[in-house]
């Protein structure tokens, strides 16, 4: 199999979801376009171009076949030249038929890098299509590994498989893999907040001093930059949602007793408000000070988008699903730049994580889940948006019909979260618009 997994199924329906009611508006509960079928997606391998540079002590250990060296290659090709966090033990054809004993192998290669890497403390075994298909169980592997290493080195697993698996739901495998192993907190210990979803540094540090300055100041996230500081976590956690492909994890913090504020994801002027209002909710801060403390931001934010509004507005997008960033990111985009949404289509809905989002983009607007490559490309083709955000399998063939395009990875690899970055979320959509005028021209 390819980096890009491609799998074929059966028809889509047009459907109401059948997640409980959980949701604080009617348009959460609105009908889905389903769509069952072929995907274009990256596997869950990619997360670990981001994961590695997040967490500086841990160390991704690939187990799997030629393919994901050549994708985790290539995608972080520059690694090649710096002290690498990860790698692929290559699975041969002796291995896949069973001729020798992976568990041997695995433990050979593993001891041997931890043997040249004194500096891993956390080394996560990620599973892979191959790894699956020949059912090698790498949580034994991690268990019996562990026993050897610790407490030098902590050994976890996760699948990266693209069997089933769109690209982010790597970060959120990986994620909830971490969630056993943080420790409990005291049975009597004060709230705390906690903070899941990697961000680049430079967005966390933002986001921890407007929590400091409103008077939360003990703010644990997950992932740590050191895989080893994991935050603790228990009943007084609560829980706020950076990113909006985090439902295991979720549901693997919620059975550590830990509970999720409900906000709007923390894109643009208002999805950044909307987030940071629910920890001060939650911590019973001033009104006066939040707005004092948010303010500035806030302004900053609006203003700055203020200047890009005239190239988007009136402009109509339509989001093929890709990355599960796709609902919050429209809803930016309506909301606080006034373009219109033709499709909003994601690889999953979780309806209760984006219930406000939803609450936010009208009914008019069509909202499918899951993938059938054909149709949502005849779609495409039938509504003629301004600008299709998709994976780059189905760019170049939509740019060579005409289209204008945005990488759906793109999005991902970018610091797009909170007031600073509103600006260049919004330039990151009006530079291929730019780009397609001067070509008209
Ligand atoms: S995990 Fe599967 S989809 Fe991903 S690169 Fe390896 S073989 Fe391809």
Not at 136 to 157: T, W
Not at 267 to 279: I, P
Not at 340 to 362: C, F, N, Q
């Amino acid at each position: 199999m390819s980096p890009l997994a491609t799998l074929d199924g059966c028809a889509s329906e047009l459907a109401r979801a059948d997640t409980p009611e959980t949701a604080p508006g009617q348009n959460s509960q609105r009908p889905v376009l389903r769509e069952r079928g072929q995907r274009e997606v990256f596997c869950g391998l990619t997360g670990i171009i981001w994961l590695h540079r997040k967490m500086q002590d841990a160390f991704f250990l690939v187990v799997g076949s030629r393919t994901c060296a050549h994708l985790l290659q290539s995608a972080a090709g520059v690694m090649i030249f710096a002290e690498p966090r990860f790698a692929t033990a290559i699975m041969e054809e002796r291995d896949l038929a069973g001729m020798v004993d992976a568990q041997d192998e695995l433990d050979r290669v593993v001891n041997r890098l931890l043997e040249r890497r004194p500096d891993i403390r956390t080394l996560f075994l990620v599973g892979s299509c191959p790894s699956e298909v020949i059912k090698l169980d790498l949580a034994k592997a991690a268990q019996r590994l562990g026993a050897v290493h610790m407490p030098r080195v902590r050994i976890l697993n996760y699948s990266g498989s693209g069997i089933e698996t769109t690209f982010t739901q790597g970060e959120d495998a990986c994620l909830s893999a971490l969630v056993p192993v943080m420790p409990a907190s005291a049975p009597d210990a004060a709230k705390e907040l906690l903070i899941v979803g990697s961000l680049p540094d430079i967005v966390e540090d933002q986001f921890t001093r407007i929590l400091a300055q409103l008077g939360i100041d003990k703010v644990g996230v997950l992932p740590a930059r050191n895989a080893r500081d994991l935050p603790s976590v228990g009943p007084n956690t609560r829980y706020l949602l950076a990113q909006p492909f985090l439902g295991e994890t979720a549901m693997a913090l919620e059975g550590r007793g830990a509970k999720r504020l409900d906000a709007l994801f923390p894109f643009g002027a208002e999805g950044t408000t909307s987030w940071l209002r629910a920890a001060a909710s939650e911590f019973g801060i001033d009104e006066a000070l939040f707005d004092k403390v948010v303010a500035p931001g806030r302004e900053r934010a609006r203003i700055a988008l203020s200047k890009l509004r005239p190239q988007l507005e009136g402009k109509r997008i339509s989001f093929l699903p890709d990355s599960q960033l796709e609902v919050p990111l429209a809803r930016f985009l309506q909301e606080e730049l006034g373009m219109e949404l033709v499709e909003v289509g994601t690889p999953y809905l979780h309806r209760a994580h984006l219930a406000r989002e939803l609450d936010l983009i009208g009914p008019q607007v069509r909202i499918s889940e899951g993938q059938h490559v054909e149709r949502q490309l005849d779609r495409v083709r039938a509504d003629r948006p301004d600008i299709t955000v998709c994976g780059l399998g189905l760019a170049n063939p939509l740019e060579a019909e005409g289209f204008t395009t945005k990488w759906a990875i793109e999005l991902v690899f970018s610091p797009i979260h909170g007031f600073d970055q509103a600006a260049d979320l919004a330039e990151l959509f009006a530079r291929p618009l730019r780009r397609r005028d001067l070509l008209e021209v």
